[in-house]
């Protein structure tokens, strides 16, 4: 089980899935950037220790517009897997963490941060940050100590 408030904070049970849709605003634009399948752009969701500074993430998991989802833990091997297609009817990738992600970090408070290889206007690609480190909790889930 997982929620998301109003603040995009991130409430997720350990060993639970979640798949969310983050709309991507790049540059203050006031339109969300519209992904395309193949298009060589990605999105970046990195799970961070709070107050790390160097950017040392627990998890980082790229989600490519060809369909490649790549996992990587700071204590293991990274993992590559394929899916048909990542991006919603609107344009928006889909974020998704399996069960096996998330039995892979303990239950505590952590931050989470979006950044984007998207392209600009003269067609490269270029790394944007999209959010500001927002919490991300996971919750050791024994239903007596629900939060939410």
Not at 63 to 74: K, L
Not at 91 to 111: A, C
Request: glycine share 4%.
């Amino acid at each position: 089980m997982y929620r998301v408030d109003q603040h995009k904070n991130i409430y997720l049970s350990r060993g639970d899935d979640f798949s969310y849709t983050f709309p991507v605003y790049v540059d203050n634009s006031e339109t969300a950037y519209k992904f395309e399948k193949n298009d060589g752009c990605m999105l970046f969701f990195y799970i961070f220790i709070p107050n790390s500074i160097n950017y040392e993430f627990v998890m980082k998991k790229t989600f490519g517009t060809d369909g490649n989802i790549t996992t990587e833990f700071s204590n293991d091997k990274s993992s590559t897997t394929k899916v048909l297609n990542n991006i919603d009817d609107k344009g928006n990738i889909i974020v998704r963490l399996t069960e096996e992600d998330t039995m892979k970090i303990f239950p505590g408070q952590y931050k989470y941060q979006i950044r984007v290889k998207v392209k600009d206007s003269y067609g490269n690609l270029v790394l944007k940050t999209v959010t500001n480190r927002k919490d991300f909790y996971v919750i050791e889930d024994d239903y007596s100590n629900r939060i939410w």
